[in-house]
């Protein structure tokens, strides 16, 4: 697993970490879906994000991409 990026949203004194995807539309849905299972496993780790945000590149992307991030159980 290689994320495109780690972010940090704060809001008050909330803070919440994420691993950022940057989705180029290269890759084919199932492709996709065996990266969020990575990203699953390594989330069970007490010290990294238990967020995934994805970016697509476009809405089209996006809605071909849906059925694969689906059954995530990665927010």
């Known amino acids: ?3 495109d990026g780690l972010g940090i949203f ?3 004194e909330t803070r919440t970490n994420f691993f950022l995807e940057l989705d180029r539309g290269t ?4 492709c996709l879906r ?3 299972v ?3 496993e390594v ?5 990294l994000p238990k967020l995934l945000l994805v970016c697509f590149s476009s809405t089209r992307r996006e809605r071909s991409a849906r059925p694969a991030l689906g059954s995530t159980a990665m927010p």
């Open 10 to 12: 704060r809001l008050g």
């Open 34 to 36: 065996d990266k969020i």
């Open 1 to 3: 697993m290689r994320p």
């Open 38 to 40: 990575d990203y699953e």
């Open 27 to 30: 890759e084919s849905s199932s």
């Open 43 to 47: 989330a069970i780790s007490a010290h």
